[in-house]
């Protein structure tokens, strides 16, 4: 009779989901952040050859970097110190001439970028840069 008059205890079997949802969103926003360390500097590029004529222009100006970082401007040596004066120059006399950029893959990237900065420093708003055509026509690798 004493059974009756008492309940027995009911058992709650639920899982508190507030818990496991903070610590998952934790290690989401870790992996977010740590991911691009993981793969930073791991990349290697290699510039693709292209299919495309070069432009044969009346008015075309070479600037051509070695790979000893020597600069020429057309078939003349510049220092890299006068590279600007000298570029100047040229967009006075020429203002509408485009500068094509002749530099051996072996140049570092920087000494490229460099010499673009220096172009456009002396006003010069029309640049390309000299690529191999392959020999079959087809984009290389």
């Known amino acids: 009779m004493q059974s009756r008059l008492r309940p027995t205890p009911k058992i709650f079997a639920e899982i508190n989901m507030v818990p496991f949802t903070d610590v998952v969103l934790v290690l989401l926003v870790i992996f977010m952040v740590t991911t691009p360390f993981l793969f930073q500097g791991d990349f290697q590029v290699k510039l693709p050859k292209v299919?495309?004529?070069?432009?044969?222009?009346?008015?075309?100006?070479?600037?051509?970097?070695?790979?000893?970082?020597?600069?020429?401007?057309?078939?003349?040596?510049?220092?890299?110190?006068?590279?600007?004066a000298k570029l100047e120059e040229i967009v006075r006399q020429k203002p509408r001439a485009l500068f094509m950029i002749n530099a051996d893959k072996n140049v570092s990237h920087g000494t490229v970028a460099g010499v673009l900065s220096q172009a456009y420093q002396a006003g010069v708003s029309k640049v390309g840069i000299a690529v191999e055509l392959p020999s079959d026509g087809a984009p290389g690798r």
């Open 51 to 84: 299919a495309a004529p070069s432009p044969n222009l009346p008015e075309t100006v070479t600037i051509t970097v070695t790979q000893g970082d020597k600069i020429y401007l057309d078939s003349t040596e510049v220092a890299v110190d006068s590279l600007k």
